[in-house]
């Protein structure tokens, strides 16, 4: 499905491009790609909290928002609106909260309204040159939302960012949610890509009122799964009513309720990214 | 993507294939699609609640599991791990509580651990064969669970299902799913479906301790959507623990829990597109 029809002219076109992305990524220390099996599980609302958190312990940290059917990195960052400029240096991408860098197609699109209509070759060759002609800097993390799934337009994508060092797979806790993880995790291999752990997103809810914790999408399949695929368990994230409201009003949750348990549960995540990645003498 | 390299001999027979399709399709009265713009829904939890519903109101009906990359119609009927026999007349489907009749590729996998590792046109032939094979005797409704996404492949899968009476939308209830649900009416329309409506999953939780309802996906969306669309919203459906428990058990909700507001919210809806599809004078 990736082949495309293309003469020389173009092969060396995107050839060059691809050269490029792999010199001005190389700048990056650690490269993450957060996937997951299926559509729905917020994957980006994790990616998004995640590097938040990582720059809020002082990581010079980039997101890449590759989930170029729905691009919704800087509406999560609260950055949806702003365009990325040009500098000498190549394409700067937007800065949000915490100094997290974003890049997206979200920003190349005219309105929200329009549909991404280009088929798949097309899709990845805008992604590729976006990445050949991006400025990143230098950065410790950058951090890639995939398109969900496991099919052949997240496989094409994240075949071209190169030397990718790590996977991480949200889920959510039910159990029917075991084959699409399995895949998950099969498609990182496939890739040649460690995969550092599975996070499990809209865990328990506590009600303010009774205090009570109901799961009231299952119950603990995160780390079940985890323990069967002998990969570890990163953390669970909570459920709580203002994820989305903070989603819905674009701004970041992250940040705007850094007391929640969400977001604690973020930071611990993010430690145990940076021991796993940095090394136990790290932070 | 969903050109083959087809010779003529290739092409005859999927020619026959379509007309048989069409012929034995030609008995059920009413065919409606379920297609949700992302995954994550709850798109085929719904289509099976709907479906139980409306075989409890009296009515033959069968389900017809298109989502061939997750099939997961077969788990939440309570019918996985079934076969379908083959009868004189063609494939016979399995059959579910009130009676359902189910046809899907679960039944034809080997394990669940197996992945589809079938590329697009080779899934759609297989599913516009079963189409052709199966015996659907005579029936009052057929629901039809398209792949997540508005994409080539529920595209191309939609394509080969002949005369489809009405699309119905499942979203949650976040301001962020606006963007995909206007895709899913758009792609109705691009097929020349009308669409019946839309339904709301994952809506306000009810504390069983408190009483009160915490509205955790968001509040509203789905009916602020459906007018700004002008197209009908048909219900919300609460979120329930026991749906999960029940999904992961493998036992149908609607069967299992007939008092549950959600079972009561299925009915209510079933009522509703009975309204609309067989007119005011029914039931």
């Given at each position: ?237 909570p459920m709580d009513p203002r994820i989305t409201e903070a989603n819905d009003r674009g701004v970041p949750f992250f940040v705007e309720y850094p007391e929640s348990e969400a977001a604690k549960a973020f930071l611990k995540i993010a430690d145990k990214i940076i021991r796993k990645i940095e090394g136990e003498s790290s932070d």
């Open positions: 499905m990736s082949t495309l029809n293309v003469n020389k002219e173009q092969l060396k076109k995107i050839q060059e491009m691809q050269r490029k992305a792999v010199e001005k990524m190389s700048k990056i220390k650690y490269k993450i790609a957060v996937l997951s099996g299926k559509g729905g599980v917020g994957k980006s609302f994790v990616t998004a909290s995640l590097a938040s958190a990582l720059a809020s312990k002082g990581r010079r940290v980039a997101v890449l928002d590759a989930d170029i059917h729905g691009p919704s990195i800087p509406k999560l960052l609260g950055v949806h609106g702003y365009t990325m400029m040009a500098g000498p240096e190549g394409i700067l991408p937007v800065t949000a909260a915490y100094g997290v860098k974003v890049v997206s197609m979200d920003f190349l699109l005219p309105s929200e309204e329009t549909p991404l209509i280009w088929r798949g070759p097309l899709k990845t060759n805008a992604l590729r040159e976006l990445l050949a002609e991006v400025a990143w800097g230098d950065l410790d993390y950058l951090l890639i939302d995939l398109p969900p799934g496991t099919g052949d337009e997240p496989l094409s994508i994240a075949q071209i960012i190169p030397k990718v060092d790590g996977a991480i797979v949200v889920t959510i806790p039910s159990d029917l949610s075991r084959i699409v993880v399995k895949k998950a995790v099969m498609f990182a291999k496939k890739l040649a890509i460690p995969v550092l752990g599975i996070i499990e997103n809209m865990s328990g809810f506590t009600c303010p009122e009774s205090g009570k914790v109901y799961y009231i999408l299952g119950k603990g399949a995160g780390r079940r799964i985890a323990e069967e695929m002998k990969v570890d368990f990163l953390g669970e994230i």
